[in-house]
């Protein structure tokens, strides 16, 4: 049940610009942990503030990550969503991923886009997944899986051509560091893909603002943060076709050095499409609540044994490793 974990909060400033000027755009997450949603007003990067300390993230991904995120935890079992959202990026990349390409995914999570990737020919890829369970179901299929995380990865001896994190900054606690540690892979020259939420997308109600989420975008501030990694943004495009949906798509060159200016947020139009994305919030609240409570019941059913009138508590599969803090994305 989600009153079992209570995290351990600290406010923030602004991660990617340092800035501590920033406005409440909301003031509630999904679970009703109290975490505010906050649009930093010099670069407008949005960003949970208070938010679970890190260590309250390694927990949280360890113990309590599967009895909030139900739904989520159970996809990766199933394989047609990932696969088919993977093959359209594959449509979209491929130009840019010529014979000898050498690429490295950080979230590889079942590995769909590493096992998509096998129909371009003469692409090598590896991936970077924290969680126990994905990277079990990803070898099975077919993938390389090479490291838990960013920080155990050593310098390589070939550097990577390509690097690719899909909807993974969004868990980030420092996606700055982040983007830097994955661009230390990369050669120079080399090309970036990332995928976020576009908080200007077409978003409605809770579903996007929650604790597994401490960083949210818009356009002007993941450029921004590509930039302050290293990175020259060559192509920005907010997609809203179907699997990939309110999403930001950026492609990127390893350029250290480069000039990241940040860019003012546009306060009134925010605050305005919070309000409106958001006027129901209460209610959705009330419907979030009875769901997970609906499904604390029936898991706690269906992992006991009610013969004999007493419950016996039976053998649970092993914790999975969405744990270990997806340090490579929280
Ligand atoms: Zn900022």
Redesign the pocket.
């Known amino acids: 049940m989600t009153s079992r974990w209570q995290p351990i909060l600290e406010t923030t400033g ?6 501590r000027k920033g406005r409440t755009l909301f003031p509630q997450d999904r679970h009703g942990l109290g975490l505010a949603t906050e649009l ?1 007003l ?4 949005l960003y949970l503030n208070p938010r679970p300390t890190a260590g309250a993230y390694a927990d949280f991904y360890q113990h309590a990550y599967e009895s909030y995120f139900p739904s989520r935890a159970r996809l990766i079992s199933q394989q047609s969503i990932p696969t088919e959202t993977a093959n359209r990026r594959i449509d979209a990349y491929r130009t840019l991923l010529p014979p000898g390409s050498r690429l490295l995914e950080l979230g590889a999570g079942d590995g769909a886009f590493l096992r998509a990737l096998t129909s371009l020919p003469q692409v090598e890829a590896a991936g970077i997944e924290p969680s126990t369970l994905c990277q079990s179901v990803c070898e099975k299929l077919g993938g390389h899986i090479v490291a838990n995380s960013l920080e155990e990865m050593k310098e390589p001896a070939v550097p990577y051509t390509h690097a690719a994190a899909f909807h993974v900054l969004e868990h980030c606690v420092n996606p700055v560091e982040t983007l830097r540690a994955l661009g230390a892979q990369l050669a120079e020259g080399g090309t970036l893909f990332v995928e976020v939420p576009n908080l200007r997308g077409q978003w409605r109600g809770l579903g996007m603002i929650h604790l597994a989420h401490p960083m949210m975008f818009l356009p002007d ?1 993941l450029r921004y943060v590509v930039e302050r990694a290293g990175f020259a943004v060559e192509k920005l495009e907010e997609l809203e076709t179907p699997l990939l949906e309110c999403s930001l798509r950026v492609v990127a060159r390893k350029q250290p050095g480069i000039a990241a200016e ?1 860019t003012a947020p546009d306060l009134a139009t925010l605050e305005s499409l919070f309000r409106q994305r958001l006027r129901w919030w209460r209610l959705e609240r009330c419907r979030y609540q009875v769901q997970a409570w609906f499904i604390a019941v029936k898991e706690h059913y269906a992992n006991h044994d009610h013969r004999g009138g007493r419950l016996r508590r039976l053998p649970s599969d092993p914790p999975s490793g969405r744990s270990r803090a997806r340090s490579a994305g929280l």
């Open positions: 602004c991660n990617a610009c340092g800035s930093c010099r670069c407008g990067l501030s940040p």
